[in-house]
DNA sequence: TCGGGCGCGGAGAGCGCTCTCCGTCCCATG
DNA sequence: CATGGGACGGAGAGCGCTCTCCGCGCCCGA
């Protein structure tokens, strides 16, 4: 408890904790990590060691001849340089996705002692910085999020060896693993439950077109209708946004005033539908039926959301599952995982 | 271009590039870092060695030397092991509040070079995973923003003489540098704009009574009420959940039923607020005004609110600074630096 | 009683980098 | 022409750790 052999200047070393125990640097090292080969009473007199000094041991140092990190990157990537309006950054981080995907990310990797180090990239600079990032060993992987199909990122990653993993599936196909949603799949179960709900004149508000997933929605969900005997079903695009949720529903009843259910390719959307439909006194869900996608904003709608949920926060563990498999075993192979989503129904539909 | 010396083994070394350039591994790591002392054509010769060979530092060798690591953890701190109901990481990422915070440490952070660490502490057992990984050098500083007045994570880095920069005044005063919001400034903001509008009778949803900040408000606006000259001001607590905001509006409504202006110290339960009046067929701002606070969900309103703007990203960003210069020089004094909160008027007071 | 094997622990060589000397060379000055 | 000083580049010593040898001693079987 009391001063032992006061650690000469900062820190304890592993020389320190040797010397207290009475044992060599490396059986130190050994009963830290894999206890191989090392009498009980020593292991024993090593553990009071480390407490007397209060040692811990040093990631730098550690990771220099491991060639192992305990990071890795958690990258926000957007097309950037391109697109206007407000900053990339404030519509990443708007509203909760990112911060429920850093949830399922730590979850998983917590637990083993991995830290996800968060990164934007929004330029060619940034996503240079990116890779160079892992290059240099401060991360052994990256997990990207990528807010547009087009990202070039991944391709960047792939070029240069580095373990990666995606979230959603890549515009165009490149080796790399992801995770992804079975949009259609989910797109379908709105369809099949505005249908057994019996909705007869049944319209879309879809995500904007460059966005594959937004496409994998609409088409899922215009064929599923088709297989119901619907084989025209109205659709306006929207962002992703609130505001053209609730446009997007003023269009839709202007032009199709019988419209008697709505299915809507974001949660987000879904909210300002809601809204327009009230102001336009439209009961819901006697006169419009409505069914969201994600899941994401069930508490603040009126009312509550019947939607398709997206386990964003198991997407995103699993995420963390495959890169962990890929940074042990660089033989890996590329994977892809897509999570099956579910319907969850509340009262809007 | 072609193969002039390719690097034995794996990525290319200090060494490597030196040899190429044909000088010292001392003069490549000059003109990598302060280039102090190098001719002009050797720097240029050496730049050719790094294209290339394509060198790019190891952080783990840099670090290990210079004590530095070029990381600092961004700590998400709450009780834990404490409170019921649904997960802390639930909770927490739950909204933007997250998001914004990241991005506003991310903006300052990244063109230093410096990238942030994400981290969860919401048990003992992870609360010491944080002060280990600052022990262990992994990060030079912690960035924390606690999600409940009492956390005792601060006081174990203080203790531990780590450097760390707070997300809000600490319940307890401890030596800890912070940033915070003039919430009391805040609340004054809405008494004034209701009073001015004409409201007579004005009534406030509160935050829960145990986190500093929703007492400052509740306090600030009681204060600033009574010198206006009404020295009552009807007060129910809700959870900072727009929910609670319902509920909390119900019934104010129901026992002040000639209420005509509220404040609501968060958006996210004025937007609860604004549903619960618009069933009760008040009209907002006519019959009732609504006055927020934080400017989170302005969007998701309807009308657009009125509330009190905490410039979180800017506030991110300060902490960021202030623990930069903790690191930078150790003897740096702690600071509190408190953000003027502003009001931004829009539909519904 | 002795030899072989194996369980254990120590010595030592780096991992890639920074940084402190220190030597060299060149130029300006007396 | 000798000398001092400044500018520049190299040598080498670690930073703290892991891991591969090795050697020692104990236990077992013959």
Redesign the pocket.
Known sequence: MSSDLPPLS??P???DV?RVA??????V??V???IR???PE?QESVHRAIATTG????RA??S???RRTGAVALVVSGAGDARGGESFESRVFADAFFGRVASGVVSYLRPRGIHPVLMLADSAQTRDDVVSFLRQGSADGALVVSTHGEDPLPKLLVDAGLPAVLWARPARPIPISYVDLAHRAGAALAADHLVARGCRRVATISGPFDVPAAQDRLSGFQEAMAGHGHPYVPAVEGDFMPASGEAGMHRLIKEHPDIDGVFVANDLMAQGALLALRDLGRRVPEDVAVVGFDDSAAAACRPPLTTVRQPMEDMAAEMARLLLAHVADPGFRVTSVIVQPTLVVRESA
């Open positions: 900062g820190a070393t592993l020389e040797a009475g044992v060599s640097r490396a059986t090292s050994r830290i990590n894999g080969n090392v009498a020593i040692y811990v041991p040093n140092a550690r220099l001849v491991t």
